[in-house]
């Protein structure tokens, strides 16, 4: 099997130049070796989880040091060794994306939240900051985008194999793909990610529901679809008349996306006209405008329903033309028009732009141009509007913010160059002002000790600890230099 998946994997790097393959060929030779005779937990061979990883990036066109990166995504456990090995071995880009993969490993949700039934109102709102906190985290810690697009098709193929785990852990990883990387996929337009993440987490985290909406929709399915084609050869008829070249195709909506907009409308399936959707795709922005009037002129459309994402993207950087007419025989039918930069765009997102960016190099966008840069600056913006004014809005907040966890798990986030001292605030202010000791990831040090993204920081209380003048020197929170100054002033 790993000789089969290894050949499809080559195979489908023909877009790469040749030394780029060569240094693939090399890394899959120290996988194998670093995984020699590991298995996962399904019982296959270790290796076939970062091939088939490397496989869905090799489908979008990733770089080879992306692709290298993703082969030896789960090598490196806890010595710096390897790091060093792999640069030297392959790239240094290859060994930052490989140990930007494994630090974004160890954000987690937190094992007290799952499973997850019926929480109070607190608890949820708990829930979702100690979410909304671990989405910014994960930006936060990759410094590459592509960390992101390896870590997407990690937990892509982890949920594709997730039956193989026992039922807590699989709703673990389930809860946290819905909340974490779905989320992530979508802020980077990844459409089609964001939906095949959520459709694999759907019958996992609410079976029933999923068995209700496929049970409801299925039949129609079926009867749309039949009638879907004959529409669509009209439309060729319509478009090769016209000279236009297009490519029409009939896809069915994505479960989860599906069932959402059931709850949205009482659970009535007739009220759902994308149900399966006809997507036409040519070759320029022009086409599409003359699409649109050839389909409008065959059939009336709904008023209100022409939504024009070309001239006015969706914040995620979606475009397409929309439309919903009476179609044969009165039928309620949307159609999506779009450009094959545009669809791509649609389904990859980040990961199209870093494609057309990587490929086009004549037309040398500017970086500040590339969308998905805005689209990380529009999404770090929402966060930091999203956030409580006692926090107030951080708007550099990925540049100077360190995240960091206490030993339960919970995240917290300080400014860089924060110390123990100020995490121990910042949890609460007796335990600041108690504070006798730290530890950082099991290890005990100064209190002066600055902290590192991703630090596992445990406080060590005593009742006669009592704030030193010298903590003033290093504690760099509002929060932690106020209760010294104040806990010094009533020392006096
Ligand atoms: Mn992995």
Redesign the pocket.
Known sequence: MLNKLTKTLLNSLKYLPPEQIAMVERAIRTAGAAHHGQKRESGEEYLS??LR?ALILADLELDGNSICAAIL??VIEKSKAETKFIKKEFSATVANLVDGVTKLGKIQLKKSWLPFVKPKKEELREFERQTETLRKMFMAMSKDIRVVLIKIA?RL??MRTIEALEKEKRLRVARETQEIYAPLAYRLGMGEFKGMLEDLTFPILLPQEYRWAKELAIPEMSSRRKYLEKVKRMIEDDLSRAGIYAEIHIRAKHWYSLYKKLLKHDRDLSKIYDLIALRITVPTIEDCYNVLGIIHSRWKPLPGRIKDYIALPKPNGYQSLHTTVFCLGGKITEFQIRTEEMHYQAEFGVAAHWHYAEQKKSIKLPKSKLIWVQELARWQERLANLDDLKEGLEIDFFRDRIFVFTPLGDVKDLPVGATAVDFAYCIHTDIGSHCAGAKINGKMVQLNRQLQNGDMVEILTSKRAKPHSDWLSFAKTALARGCIRKALRAAT
């Open positions: 989880h970062p990883v995504h789960d990690d193929d982890n």
